[in-house]
């Protein structure tokens, strides 16, 4: 099932206004922050609808880079990532794990196991030879 934009969405704007991906421009929305005040952490999620959606290159590029940029970060709030969260149309939970594993999760027990633990469960590495081709437009 396709998904249609609205007109007025930024994904639209994005397309009408900015530069496209063959001159170079990679973007990524972030489908959720999640940020826990009393303990000063932070982590992003990305949302699938389907066990069958794939990390395209792109988007691990942008949460590599958040995690390069982040987690270092000396500010007294601490980043936690960016989890891979898949929430199928039946309510069940899928994240996916260093292992690149689709584990069933139940979300308010990943919530606090993640927080007790300031766990990051994946690094999204990327191999230099994905990283030349991602830059040259010709040959994707």
Same mark, same amino acid.
């Given at each position: ?24 421009? @990679? ?33 691990? @590029? ?63 590495q990327i191999e230099e030879y994905m990283l030349k081709m991602l830059w040259d437009c010709r040959k994707n």
């Amino acid at each position: 099932m396709a998904m249609s934009l609205s007109m007025d969405s930024f994904s639209v704007w994005m397309r009408k206004n900015l530069k496209s991906a063959y001159e170079g421009l @990679v973007t990524q929305d972030i489908d959720f922050v999640f940020l826990s005040k009393k303990k000063k952490v932070f982590f992003f999620v990305e949302e699938k609808n389907s066990l069958n959606a794939k990390l395209r290159l792109p988007q691990r @590029v942008i949460f590599m880079l958040f995690n390069e940029f982040l987690i270092n970060d000396l500010s007294e709030w601490k980043f936690l990532g960016t989890d891979v969260l898949y929430v199928l149309e039946d309510g069940t939970v899928y994240f996916l794990n260093d292992k690149n594993e689709k584990v069933r999760v139940n979300i308010e027990d990943y919530i606090v196991y993640k927080l007790e633990n300031y766990k990051i469960f994946k690094d999204f590495q990327i191999e230099e030879y994905m990283l030349k081709m991602l830059w040259d437009c010709r040959k994707n």
